[in-house]
């Protein structure tokens, strides 16, 4: 019995990868009647089941020392994270890894968010996945739609499911529906939209939470339509993102102010805590960011029942023994 459903699900995932690689090709136009009503029942059935466990994808997509607070925004999220029980195991890193040991840091093999540093994120627990130039749009769209080459390991590829809570967090420099990849490559809104697609028929999550800190934020998250993901910008289109505050002894700004004052609400919180994302998104306010935060939600639940620990915090299943 368990190997005919697990012949099932193969071949659901067949038929699925191969009506997304169909619209891949068709484009949004050219699309028959039959295509349409196939889109609006994946888009329209929901994500049945439960959820099981807890993914996270965080990227620095910038390099250089004077990015030091994109490194230090997406530590910052990696040490929330682990602190609410998600292990290495469903943590994908991805960070240019030059600030710690630049020539230009004063406190080498460090990294810090604040001018005091109370707190070296860059210790001996940090796992990153892809350093340096490993850290490309393609190697994020592979880790997202789990199409790697045999020779990736696992601990390079995220193993969510449709059971999956993720939580996938970028930060960098961005523009008008772009965001750019070391000053090498650009991730386009379009790509975004695509790509959670493709997760979503592929049964690759159960709900996502997609948080993006760059100028011009919105603009890659406007128009959103994927089922059952919720997305955060901070800042709207025609907008910047800010740094927080400078350390005058590195030269540099050390986080910006969407991440600080994420960090200021979810530090405190524990498994039980009932923080929902409406309260922790209307509290990131322009008087704080100095810019308008913008977020948009596909969820069948509303943003008031959903907590931030179904996001940023780890499911713990328990299984009875027989």
Request: hydrophobic fraction near 35%; charged fraction near 20%; proline fraction near 4%.
């Amino acid at each position: 019995r368990n190997r005919t459903k697990r012949i099932v699900k193969i071949m659901t995932r067949f038929i699925i990868q191969i009506l997304v690689a169909a619209m891949c090709v068709m484009g949004s136009e050219g699309k028959t009647k039959e295509w349409e009503a196939a889109e609006g029942f994946f888009k329209d059935s929901g994500r049945p089941g439960r959820h099981t466990n807890n993914w996270a994808v965080l990227v620095d997509t910038s390099r250089f020392w004077q990015n030091y607070r994109h490194a230090a925004n997406v530590l910052t999220m990696y040490h929330l994270v682990k602190k609410l029980g998600i292990p290495d195991s469903n943590i994908i890193l991805m960070m240019g890894d030059d600030i710690p040991c630049n020539v230009r840091n004063a406190h080498p093999a460090t990294l810090y968010n604040n001018q005091n540093h109370s707190v070296n994120l860059y210790g001996d627990d940090v796992e990153v996945d892809y350093r340096g130039y490993e850290v490309t749009v393609e190697n994020f769209l592979r880790v997202m739609t789990g199409r790697h080459d045999p020779s990736v390991p696992k601990s390079k590829r995220l193993g969510s499911d449709e059971g999956s809570n993720v939580l996938v967090f970028l930060s960098g420099h961005g523009g008008d529906e772009f965001l750019k990849f070391q000053d090498a490559t650009e991730i386009t809104a379009q790509d975004v939209r695509d790509t959670l697609w493709q997760m979503w028929v592929g049964m690759r999550y159960h709900s996502m939470l997609l948080m993006i800190e760059t100028c011009q934020a919105a603009s890659m998250i406007t128009g959103l339509k994927i089922p059952s993901v919720v997305a955060i910008g901070s800042s709207r289109k025609g907008e910047n993102s800010y740094s927080h505050h400078n350390d005058y002894e590195l030269g540099v700004h050390v986080i910006d102010r969407f991440t600080y004052y994420t960090l200021e609400a979810i530090n405190p919180l524990t498994h039980a805590s009932p923080l929902t994302l409406h309260t922790l998104f209307t509290s990131l306010s322009p008087s704080l960011l100095l810019s308008q935060p913008y977020w948009t939600s596909t969820h069948p639940v509303p943003l008031q029942k959903l907590r931030v620990t179904d996001y940023f915090a780890s499911k713990a299943t328990v299984s009875r023994l027989p």
